[in-house]
T-cell receptor, first 114, second 113 residues
Framework: AQSVTQLGSHVSVSEGALVLLRCNYS??????LFWYVQYPNQGLQLLLK??????LVKGINGFEAEFKKSETSFHLTKPSAHMSDAAEYFC????????????FGKGTKLSVKP | NAGVTQTPKFQVLKTGQSMTLQCAQD?????MYWYRQDPGMGLRLIYY???????DKGEVPNGYNVSRLNKREFSLRLESAAPSQTSVYFC????????????FGPGTRLTVL
């Protein structure tokens, strides 16, 4: 069975500050991990994905995430927050045998203060 | 390419009414999915279709039916709507392997009174 836990339903940062959104996963098979972003009143858009090629994954809009097997984590970071980063972020996991189905975390809403 | 399209964008129903949410993709994907999104709950899978002609239940299938009409289209039907089905519904598609990302439609906001 697979599951995802996102720590913190709301995170608030100042513009220019580091963004850190936490994701921990549980998986009995090697996982594939994804971060999606949802802007208000829109669908989800892929930010980045981990498919075992490299543990540090770079995505769009300056975001990156590091896969740490020992910590079962896949935290999302961005060195300097921009107002346009305000959105909800979802971590998701899939794995061999899942037929491509994703298990989503409950989401973290990021606010960026001027 | 339009990607994943959904109709309608908004809908208000009375309890007991029925309706069908439509979804189409133009990316030649094998797999299609229906999710519902509720505040604080993330996305929960209702039904999915791994390939044309097959459908399977997800985490929350009760009260819903689906049809994979062809490779492009995957519809979700509420036979007798209930207030608990008030939600935002998203359709998604993917290549179908475990490392393929899913592409999402813009969503349908449904209110059941």
């Amino acid at each position: 069975a697979q599951s995802v836990t996102q720590l913190g339903s709301h995170v608030s940062v100042s513009e220019g500050a580091l963004v850190l959104l936490r994701c921990n996963y549980s998986s009995s098979v090697p996982p594939y991990l994804f971060w999606y972003v949802q802007y208000p009143n829109q669908g989800l858009q892929l930010l980045l994905k981990y498919t075992s090629a490299a543990t540090l994954v770079k995505g769009i809009n300056g975001f990156e995430a590091e896969f740490k097997k020992s910590e079962t984590s896949f935290h999302l970071t961005k060195p300097s927050a921009h107002m346009s980063d305000a959105a909800e972020y979802f971590c998701a996991v899939s794995g061999r045998g899942s037929q491509g189905n994703l298990i989503f975390g409950k989401g973290t809403k990021l606010s960026v203060k001027p | 390419n339009a990607g994943v399209t959904q109709t309608p964008k908004f809908q208000v129903l009375k309890t007991g009414q029925s309706m069908t949410l439509q979804c189409a993709q133009d990316m030649n994907h094998n797999s299609m999915y229906w999710y519902r999104q509720d505040p604080g709950m993330g996305l929960r899978l209702i039904y999915y279709s791994a390939s044309e002609g097959t459908t399977d239940k997800g985490e929350v299938p009760n009260g819903y039916n689906v049809s994979r009409l062809n490779k492009r289209e995957f519809s979700l039907r509420l036979e007798s709507a209930a207030p608990s089905q008030t939600s935002v519904y998203f359709c998604a598609s993917s290549g179908g392997t475990t490392y393929n990302e899913q592409f999402f439609g813009p969503g349908t906001r449904l209110t059941v009174l």
